[in-house]
């Protein structure tokens, strides 16, 4: 199998772990923070880069909106997060790195999209931008903490290396 192989291979698997650990969310107000989601977008950042981080998270949220186990507002709180958790890894070759570009692109740039943009003009509600600021940034606190402890596994483990 090609190196192009694997890593779309890999990729399928992240998407497939996102959308399996779904139905495990925290509701608030109109959204459900998944930390799983933001494991995986660290896990993927990490392992794959940036440009597919944010495919895994495209496609996640696609298919949890499809499935009813997520809303719109997957989309910015998983591709910013997934976005500069790979653009952090690949400038600082840090995982500590890409946690805190997940927390930071989830945690604000996602959460005021969701809030500004994503909840009024496509799901005709409103929402406290603190409110969804805490919870996401929390979620994805936890999801980039579940991600640092995988990758040590990993790496333990031989199978990956930094």
């Known amino acids: 199998m090609g190196m192009k192989a694997k890593e779309v291979a890999k990729a399928v698997v992240l998407v497939a772990v996102a959308v399996a650990l779904s139905p495990f969310f925290i509701p608030v107000g109109i959204s459900k923070c998944f930390p799983a989601q933001h494991m995986v977008n660290v ?17 996640a949220a696609v298919l949890r909106n499809i499935l009813g186990l997520g809303t719109l507002l997957a989309f910015p709180g998983g591709i910013f997060g997934a976005l500069l958790a790979g653009l952090a890894y690949r400038a600082f070759n840090n995982i500590y790195a890409a946690g805190l570009g997940e927390i930071v692109g989830t945690g604000i740039v996602g959460s005021l999209t969701s809030v500004w943009l994503v909840a009024p003009m496509l799901m005709g509600k409103t929402m406290a931008v603190s409110t969804l ?3 996401f940034s929390v979620s994805s606190l936890g999801g980039a903490i579940m991600a640092l402890l995988v990758l040590q596994l990993l790496r333990k483990g031989g199978v990956w290396k930094r």
């Not at 950042?45 to 495209?58: F, K, R, S």
Request: hydrophobic share 70%.
């Open 133 to 135: 600021m805490i919870a």
């Open 43 to 59: 896990l993927s950042a990490v392992l794959l880069g940036p440009g597919y981080a944010v495919a895994v998270a495209t496609v």
